[in-house]
């Protein structure tokens, strides 16, 4: 069985860092894309950012490029969102996602889930 747990979301002022951590259980994720989505309310699921598992390549949405970056650790079968410049529009659920093959913006597409951590950037 498939898990993704998310941690690390909290309250941080307008200009702080906030560092996510999804961990990743239930199957070997060689051939997936692990994904980082958020939803703010009122808003749609959006994707954030999105790394494959084996060679590591990354993808940023233009709203958190050069702020947001996306890692993995293998050996703890965990992958980051190191976010940096946090501003008040970062505010949302973040959750952590895992799809095979190759990044795909639609949240449907991705075929597990974790239970979201919340985020809120005070300004």
């Known amino acids: 069985q498939v898990q993704l747990v998310e941690s690390g979301g909290g309250l941080v002022q307008a200009g702080g860092s906030l560092r996510l951590s999804c961990a990743a259980s239930?199957?070997?994720?060689?051939?997936?894309?692990m994904g980082w989505f958020r939803q703010a309310p009122g808003k749609e699921r959006e994707i954030v950012a999105a790394i494959y598992w084996s060679s590591g390549r990354t993808y940023y949405a233009d709203s958190v490029k050069g702020r947001f970056t996306i890692s993995r650790d293998n050996a703890k079968n965990t992958v980051y969102l190191q976010m940096n410049s946090l501003k008040p529009e970062d505010t949302a659920i973040y959750y952590c996602?895992?799809?095979?093959?190759?990044?795909?913006?639609?949240?449907?597409?991705?075929?597990?889930w974790g239970q979201g951590t919340q985020v809120t950037v005070s300004s």
């Open positions: 996602a895992a799809r095979r093959g190759v990044v795909i913006l639609t949240a449907n597409t991705y075929d597990d």
């Open positions: 239930g199957r070997t994720f060689s051939n997936y894309v």
